[in-house]
Nanobody, 120 residues
Framework: QVQIVESGGGLVQAGGSLKLSCAVT????????MAWYRQTPGKSRELVAR???????NYALSGEGRFAISRDSAKNTAFLQMNSLKPEDTAVYLC??????????????WGQGTQVAVSS
């Protein structure tokens, strides 16, 4: 059974850095794109960054120049390095993985989320 395991959230002061990790466990044919979203109360979930299976990264404007997404395909893991954090980056960060199973079906999996809090 495929699961998403996130780690790395926490409390940091404005201007600080955090690195989030997202590991895909379980048996899959392949992992396609991986992405980080964030959500705050009363707001819809928003894409933060996405990385394709061949390493092409895309970012929301809010994180461009401050955030960097990467992946270690050998370990089925993606990372989100967040620098120069701002109080408005405070949110629950959720990892999403687009997986192809052994029947060649594309399935989206979500993690439980990890809290990031940035104090001013």
């Amino acid at each position: 059974q495929v699961q998403i395991v996130e780690s790395g959230g926490g409390l940091v002061q404005a201007g600080g850095s955090l690195k989030l990790s997202c590991a895909v466990t379980g048996s899959t044919y392949s992992i396609l794109a991986m992405a980080w979203y964030r959500q705050t109360p009363g707001k819809s979930r928003e894409l933060v960054a996405r990385i394709s299976s061949d390493g092409i990264a895309n970012y929301a404007l809010s994180g461009e120049g401050r955030f960097a997404i990467s992946r270690d395909s050998a370990k089925n893991t993606a990372f989100l390095q967040m620098n120069s954090l701002k109080p408005e980056d405070t949110a629950v960060y959720l990892c999403n993985a687009e997986v192809m199973d052994w029947a060649r079906r594309k399935i989206n999996y979500w993690g439980q989320g990890t809290q990031v809090a940035v104090s001013s």
